[in-house]
């Protein structure tokens, strides 16, 4: 699998020579991307290709480089994930999607990992932004009716209008037409990142215990996205990390007005070496 993603990084001209410092502070990490604190951070530029393992493959990569940054304070780890996109994305709707990026760690701190979402008995943890579920956090659930008001009149008997969510869906009958329990829950979480585990791809699993925060601002033509966790969170598997060791981790963008979503985004086909300060 390395000689695999060697090849590929050859074909993409991508280098090998990329250090992550996660810089160690006090206090918390900001989530504002903005925040005085991330200049305390030095970055690093990392170069991305079409997803060209499996079906459906992108050929072109309408974003070709991230820059990151990273910070901890001993419990948390946070890393600010900047890249140029000419829109900004931040709806699901028929043939429109939402920008996304994420962040991926292996659990077992070796660059042997396969890096296309681990393998069998090699685990990754992954860290997925999007902007459409932080846009249902700031501004109400986007469906239908709140992108097009007018495009039709329904009565729910659930609910009195104007139909607020999640707080008119929290009841048997409307559980009952969204899908039940387990569709509300991860739709209703407070944090647009989602903790994902994989074994290989096509293994992505939802963690039962979801815990990430993040917050994402498009300003100038760029997303400015940060995504942070603590480094051990309890009821839940963790990767091998913590303040002065040394790990791995990679990057994977979705451009939303390419189509992106699932499988087809742009990603490193690299680790990056991972040294958090002790």
Known sequence: ??????????????????????????????????????????????????????????????????????????????????????????????????????????????????????????????LHWSAFRQENIENGYSDTAKIYPNYAYDWYPHAKPPYRYPEDWNNQYALAYIGGEKVYRKNTYKTPVREVVAE????????????AQGKGIYKNGRWYVVIKRNFVVKNSSNPDWGPGKKTYVTFAVWDGSSGHRGARKVLSYQWVDLKIER
């Open 1 to 126: 699998m390395r000689a695999v993603a060697l090849s590929l990084l050859a074909f993409a001209g991508i280098s090998l020579s990329t250090e992550l410092v996660s810089h160690r502070i006090s206090g918390d990490i900001p989530l504002d991307p903005f925040d005085e604190a991330w200049k305390k951070a030095k970055s690093v530029k990392v170069s991305l290709a079409g997803q060209a393992v499996t079906k459906p493959i992108v050929v072109e990569a309408p974003i070709k480089e991230i820059e990151v940054k990273s910070l901890h304070n001993g419990k948390e780890i946070a890393f600010l994930l900047i890249w140029k996109d000419k829109t900004e994305d931040r709806f699901h709707l028929i043939n429109k999607f939402s920008d996304a990026v994420a962040v991926q760690i292996p659990y077992r701190p070796s660059s042997d990992v396969p890096i296309v979402m681990g393998s069998k008995g090699e685990r990754v943890l992954i």
């Open 200 to 211: 290989g791809y096509g293994s992505s699993t939802w963690k039962d215990v979801q815990t």
